[in-house]
């Protein structure tokens, strides 16, 4: 009998180089007994030993990429028997190179289930944990959320939080890991409690009332939604402790909203875009809103149609506090006018809040927005757009274009053709950012760039018309 010590109850190149030193030699999958650290293995087993590693010159075992991947998540669940069925998988894999291939297989559908579990709990940890705002010793902010998860998921999803809130100082607290992120390096530390996180911070009320504005009675479905939310992390979050009263009051109000449904169309909307405006008005989630005027919010109708999504406020629009008023503004809206499209029918806002600049004399020059100012300013572009609704979205250049995919973009691969937008619905549309032709330097080039702007911009709004 052999017994494998993992270091880490997540360690997948620890499972996978003692799985392959052991099928090496040929070892029985009951011959195997697995064990995390200290935790007690078989007692008639020899002594427990380190993870093998694959001596120099072992055949590498060919195993499908398929396998891989899902030895990856299964790894992370809290299953005590993941390690030995994953070995047992890898044995099998030998005389029946298709065995991942075979959903209907057992084992193979047991390992489906929980990796299915796990892939469930990631997803659940990035939609429910909340950050609370806390101020440190040298007067910085930090920001902490307690999480307490199913399986072994935090390491995992980590590089999530990294590049979703690259700008922010936070950390994540959890029973078995904490995740410490200074904005440059990632750093791990012991397991916590409760009661060293914070219990919430004054942004609460703000988010509550947001809430509180865009739910919507006539969709309740409480099996559903308990499905998706489990009680289990309603503690956590501050909305939940909305949620019984408004579901107490959820009949009444369906009842008084098909009743006024004439007067108040779109009034939920506007109340909740009003509280995001805010909400956004006092936002820090990135170090451009110290130099900055103020936050630049968008603007338009909350039931628009057609959304277009710049880079960030120039100059002149930080200074206004409204998007779109600068030269490239004046621009946007002739070449509006000349596509046949009412800039009152249409939502204009920037992928970026806040005035990004460096300051030359007197003058503050336009300095490009980076990933982790995109990524930061994301939450709000996916909230104005879960709100608005638009049929159609148009990304205004590069950087709003990555905002609105997640993704590095070519304009010029991507510009004038439609894209589906799975997130937040509706159809997806590039091109340029007017402040481009500003830049031009060749008339011609510049009126034939500026007619084939109009005709995105015309194309866009056929689009939403059929």
């Known amino acids: 009998m052999r017994v494998v010590t993992l270091p880490q109850p997540d360690d997948f190149d620890a499972w996978r180089d003692a799985a392959r ?17 200290d935790a007690p293995g078989d007692l008639f087993a020899a002594a427990a030993a380190p993870a093998p590693a694959a001596a120099a010159g072992t055949p590498a075992l060919s195993v499908p990429r398929a396998f891989i991947d899902l030895a990856r998540t299964v790894v992370l669940a809290r299953d005590p028997e993941r390690f030995a069925l994953l070995y047992t998988a890898l044995t099998r894999l030998r005389r029946e190179p298709k065995l991942v291939e075979d959903h209907a297989d057992p084992l193979v559908r047991r390992l489906e289930r929980i990796a299915k579990d796990v892939r469930r709990d990631i997803h659940k940890m990035r939609a429910f944990l909340r950050f609370r705002e806390v101020e440190e010793a040298d007067g910085a902010s930090r920001y902490v959320a307690w999480f307490e998860p199913d399986h072994h998921i935090v390491r995992a999803n980590a590089a999530f939080f990294v590049n979703r809130f690259a700008s922010m100082r936070w950390s994540i607290l959890t029973p078995e890991v904490a995740l410490h992120w200074d904005g440059k390096a990632l750093s791990e530390g012991p397991g916590a409690v409760k009661a060293e996180a914070p219990d919430g911070d004054p942004t609460e009320e703000v988010w509550k009332t947001y809430y509180a504005s865009i739910f919507n009675p006539a969709r309740v479905k409480i099996g559903a939604m308990l499905k998706e939310m489990p009680r289990k992390y ?25 009743a006024k449904a004439r007067d108040t169309v779109g009034g939920n909307s506007r109340i909740a875009w009003e509280a995001l405006r805010d909400e956004a ?95 930061a300013c994301r939450w709000w572009i996916d909230q104005e757009r879960m709100l608005v609704k638009p049929r159609v979205t148009v990304a205004l250049g590069a950087t709003a274009a990555r905002s609105l995919l997640g993704r590095a973009v070519t304009i010029g691969r991507e510009r004038s053709r439609a894209i589906d937008l799975p997130d937040a619905g509706g159809t997806g549309w590039i091109t340029v950012h007017p402040s481009y032709l500003l830049r031009l330097p060749d008339e011609a080039a510049k009126a034939a760039e500026y007619a084939r702007f109009v005709e995105d911009l015309r194309a866009a709004w056929g689009l939403v018309a059929g």
């Not at 052991?22 to 650290?37: K, N, R, T």
């Not at 309603?234 to 019984?244: I, R």
């Open 21 to 37: 030193a052991l099928a090496a030699d040929s070892v029985p999958a009951e011959d195997v007994v697995w064990q995390v650290g």
């Open 234 to 258: 309603w503690k956590n979050m501050p909305e939940t402790a909305l949620v019984p009263q408004l579901i107490a009051g959820a009949q009444a109000r369906e009842s008084g909203m098909i």
């Open 281 to 375: 008005a006092g936002c820090t989630r990135c170090p451009l809103y110290r130099p900055a005027t103020q936050t630049v919010f968008g603007e338009g109708p909350v039931d628009a149609p057609l959304m277009f999504v710049g880079e960030q406020p120039g100059d002149q629009e930080d200074l206004a506090g409204h998007p779109f008023v600068g030269p490239a503004g004046q621009l946007f809206d002739r070449a509006l006018a000349a596509a046949g499209v009412d800039r009152g029918k249409v939502y204009v806002t920037n992928a970026v809040k806040h005035f990004k600049f460096e300051q030359r004399g007197k003058r503050r020059i336009h300095a490009k927005p980076d990933t982790g100012e995109i990524e």
